[in-house]
């Protein structure tokens, strides 16, 4: 795998982290003044994402669920870029919906780490059931759309953000698994 594509998963993680921090930071202006930064790092999260599935993808499992993650932030992200009136009523709501989606599918993705023999799968498995736990307190209390649901909000995507740093770990295994199974086919081509 190229190191770009390392770089690239690395950035969309470090930009989910910011983003939830900025959440966390501006509990009350979360909702209206940092619409168009919440936008910007959701639209830039998905793009990397996507160049990291587009790279991966012949030889990653599930990659299918990455690209509909990543999809799906772009999504976000034009639709929060697009308006903060529509941002300042949704966002409690989309936000909640997207960190829960993200962490069903990074618990999900966290078994194929497991399978390869990274021993932190159960990392990205824990962050991933907080995204999704979080991201469900937000849906059931939208009227708690201040600190707390920005909190919860920002909490949630940091450890999202954070499953995405941890799993860059786990790609050195997946490289070696790839790599060790061209190799013995490779061989056994030439013992033909």
Same mark, same amino acid.
């Given at each position: 795998?190229?190191?770009?594509?390392? /770089?690239?998963?690395?950035?969309?993680?470090?930009?989910?982290? /910011?983003?939830?921090?900025?959440?966390?930071? !501006? *509990?009350?202006?979360?909702?209206? &003044?940092?619409?168009?930064? $919440?936008?910007?790092?959701?639209? @830039? &999260?998905?793009?990397?994402?996507?160049?990291?599935?587009?790279?991966?993808?012949?030889?990653? *499992?599930?990659?299918? #669920?990455?690209?509909?993650?990543? $999809?799906?932030?772009?999504?976000?992200?034009?639709?929060?870029?697009?308006?903060? @009136?529509?941002?300042?009523?949704?966002?409690?709501?989309?936000?909640?919906?997207?960190?829960?989606?993200?962490?069903? /599918?990074?618990?999900?993705?966290?078994?194929?780490?497991?399978?390869?023999?990274? &021993?932190?799968?159960?990392?990205? %498995? $824990?962050?991933?059931?907080?995204?999704?736990?979080?991201?469900?307190?937000?849906?059931?209390?939208?009227?708690?759309?201040?600190? #707390?649901?920005?909190?919860?909000?920002? $909490?949630?995507?940091?450890? !999202?953000?954070?499953?995405?740093?941890?799993?860059?770990?786990?790609?050195?295994? %997946?490289?070696?698994?790839?790599?060790?199974?061209?190799?013995?086919?490779?061989?056994?081509?030439?013992?033909?």
């Amino acid at each position: 795998m190229k190191k770009s594509t390392k /770089i690239w998963i690395c950035i969309a993680g470090v930009l989910l982290v /910011i983003l939830g921090v900025v959440c966390i930071a !501006n *509990p009350a202006e979360t909702l209206f &003044s940092t619409a168009w930064l $919440i936008g910007l790092f959701t639209l @830039l &999260s998905g793009i990397f994402e996507l160049v990291f599935t587009i790279d991966t993808q012949r030889f990653m *499992p599930n990659s299918g #669920t990455r690209m509909l993650s990543a $999809i799906l932030q772009i999504i976000l992200g034009f639709i929060f870029l697009s308006g903060k @009136l529509l941002l300042t009523v949704s966002l409690p709501f989309i936000f909640a919906a997207w960190v829960m989606v993200e962490g069903v /599918i990074i618990a999900v993705r966290s078994f194929d780490y497991k399978s390869v023999g990274f &021993s932190y799968w159960w990392c990205i %498995f $824990i962050l991933g059931i907080a995204g999704v736990v979080l991201g469900y307190l937000g849906l059931r209390n939208p009227d708690v759309a201040g600190r #707390t649901l920005s909190t919860l909000i920002g $909490i949630g995507i940091i450890a !999202n953000g954070l499953a995405y740093l941890v799993g860059i770990a786990g790609l050195n295994r %997946f490289e070696k698994k790839v790599n060790g199974v061209r190799e013995a086919i490779r061989d056994a081509i030439e013992e033909r």
